[in-house]
């Protein structure tokens, strides 16, 4: 059974916490595209952790978890990120699979990433900083370099060379420093031993545990509206965020995905540049990211907030084939007395559908909101949908109804058991 989990919006839907969760009935956890632009938060009897790059199903000791081909990795921060994980957690190195054919993120990929946000002035993308679109770019152009060149490191050297060559091109013209041929071998070679028990082809064990009808779950990372193809562009990021993307990303064929569960905070974040409908410049999205805590898990920068856009998640329903919805970060809106919900766009009074507008025309409409009674009380410690108030209930109601795909979880706080299953 492979269950696929996609965020809904712009990211941090709270992807972390429902796979942690989820992880502890599953077989295999499997991250399969962007790279340590995801920051995904899990607290557990073990701790808070913000992963980057390792699956959340890790802290399940009989899971297996893979960091597939799709993937683009910071050799770096996985190296810190095992060293953290390798302090609460026994030895790994038999259920950590990293395939050999993920691309790395080079030094000239965050020094890239850096130099073209200074050129691009105020139309910055806003991006992580990461190198996450210059490593992509150069995956499509056939520019990569991948953990199979690390294995025979002459081939890696002379590879690194040319790339190189053209790189410091590029970031003299751009007013960058130009980086050191030996410097980044030697450094890449001696992080790449670190990591080396840990590569594995992925593609055979995935295969096989499909073949045992084994349960694997696909982390997704980053949301929807960040897709490269289906997002705000050029307010985006380098890779595929959709469902389908698992084919390419981990190699699992269509045919096996059996269940696909939006994530959907109760309300909407983004963090970076681009439009957002709904977002409010006010006291009210002021207190919607201080009682949600929506700073960065990766950046630290805020969040910017705002209402739920409705708009927006019957978009990503269709396009990714959602299953069912897990509504996360109710509890944040325990503090509002009315709460509005944004169920179409205006543009000069006319209707206009978010598939038709381009960015520039997305950051010019006009939400048209719903305003609904809020529930004014505590839900963090509800488990049980009777127990919630009517109000939330009739929130919640507004969301399936209007996107026509059934809630499955509601989510009213960030450890495991803040969860409510069944929704009736
Ligand atoms: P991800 O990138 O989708 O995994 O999300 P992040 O971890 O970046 O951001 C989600 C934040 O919300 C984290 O700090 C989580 O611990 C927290 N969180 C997740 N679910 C809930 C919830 O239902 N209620 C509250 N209050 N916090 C939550
Ligand atoms: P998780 O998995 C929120 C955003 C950046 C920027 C844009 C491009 O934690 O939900 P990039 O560094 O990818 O080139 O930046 O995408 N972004 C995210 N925003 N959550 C994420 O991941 C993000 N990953 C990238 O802020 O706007
Ligand atoms: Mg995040």
Not at 20 to 28: F, G, I
Not at 118 to 131: C, Q
Not at 160 to 183: A, C, D, E, Y
Not at 184 to 194: C, G, H, N, R
Request: aromatic letters at 8%; a positive charge.
């Amino acid at each position: 059974m492979v269950h696929v989990i996609i965020g809904s919006q712009w990211g941090d839907e709270g992807k972390g916490k429902i796979v942690d969760l989820l992880s502890q009935k599953a077989d295999c956890v499997v991250r399969f595209h962007g790279g340590n632009n995801a920051g995904h938060t899990i607290i557990n009897n073990l701790g808070k952790f913000p992963l980057h790059l390792v699956p959340s199903g890790i802290f399940n000791t009989a899971c297996k978890v893979f960091i597939a081909n799709g993937v683009i990795i910071d050799l770096g921060v996985l190296i810190t990120e095992i060293e953290m994980l390798k302090k609460v957690l026994p030895n790994f190195s038999n259920r950590l699979y990293i395939s050999p054919r993920c691309n790395l993120i080079m030094p000239y990929h965050k020094l890239l990433d850096r130099l073209y946000e200074e050129a691009k002035g105020k139309a910055k993308t806003g991006t992580t900083g990461r190198g996450i679109g210059p490593t992509y770019a150069d995956k499509v152009s056939y520019s990569g370099i991948r953990i199979f060149d690390m294995l025979d490191p002459k081939r890696f050297q002379e590879r690194l060379k040319i790339l190189l060559m053209v790189k410091n091109k590029i970031i003299i013209t751009l007013g960058g420093k130009p980086l050191k041929l030996k410097t980044i071998y030697s450094q890449t070679l001696e992080e790449f031993q670190k990591i080396k028990p840990y590569v594995k082809e992925t593609f055979q064990p995935l295969y096989e545990a499909i073949q045992k009808n084994e349960k694997i779950i696909c982390e997704g990372a980053q949301g929807i509206f960040l897709d490269n193809d289906w997002g705000t562009y050029p307010y985006v990021t380098g890779s595929s965020v959709v469902a389908g993307n698992v084919t390419a990303g981990c190699g699992i064929a269509p045919r096996h995905v059996k269940r696909i569960t939006g994530i959907c905070k109760a309300y909407t974040t983004r963090v970076g540049n681009g439009p957002f409908p709904t977002e409010l410049m006010d006291k009210t999205g002021e207190i919607m990211r201080k009682i949600g805590q929506e700073f960065g898990t990766t950046t630290g920068r805020p969040r910017r907030c705002g209402w739920l856009d409705l708009e927006l998640l019957r978009f990503a329903c269709c396009l990714n084939g959602f299953t069912d919805l897990a509504i996360t970060k109710l509890d944040i809106l325990d503090h509002f007395k009315t709460i509005k919900i944004c169920v179409g766009y205006a543009l000069r009074n006319k209707k206009v559908r978010h598939v038709d507008c381009d960015t520039h025309l997305l950051g010019r409409v006009k939400p048209i909101y719903k305003t609904m009674r809020g529930w004014n009380r505590s839900t963090k410690d509800m488990r049980s949908y009777k127990d919630l108030p009517s109000e939330a209930k009739k929130y919640l109601k507004e969301i399936s109804r209007h996107v026509n795909v059934p809630i499955s979880l509601i989510s009213v706080g960030p450890e495991r058991n803040q969860t409510i299953y069944e929704t009736n």
